[in-house]
């Protein structure tokens, strides 16, 4: 049995996203924070929020502060090495899976 999660996913502009990321079975519901010129590469089903950059920490702070309002986050991802630091920062202040 596949348990889906609210998956909430930090995406520098630097990198390209694998499509079978975006599709996994595993994820319920995306949300994704991510940096300008990245938005056009989600369909219309994902959450996207737009920030300057991702390594800005009160920003991606409050940005997933805006996102749990709205709706629970069960697991955050950072496939990217230039997001991981942001990516621990929010786990280890929200109490979050990784």
Request: aromatic share 8%; glycine share 8%.
């Amino acid at each position: 049995m596949i348990l889906e999660a609210n998956v909430l996913l930090l995406h520098v502009m630097k990198n390209v996203l694998p499509d079978r990321i975006r599709t996994a079975e595993e994820i319920g519901h995306l949300t994704v924070i991510t940096e300008p010129g990245h938005f056009q590469r989600y369909g219309p089903d994902v959450d996207v929020h737009l920030v300057e950059s991702v390594q800005n920490l009160e920003v991606m702070r409050a940005k997933t502060l805006e996102i749990l309002r709205e709706r629970r986050i069960d697991r955050i991802f950072a496939p990217f090495e230039l997001g991981q630091s942001a990516a621990g920062y929010l786990r280890a202040y929200f109490g979050l899976p990784g």
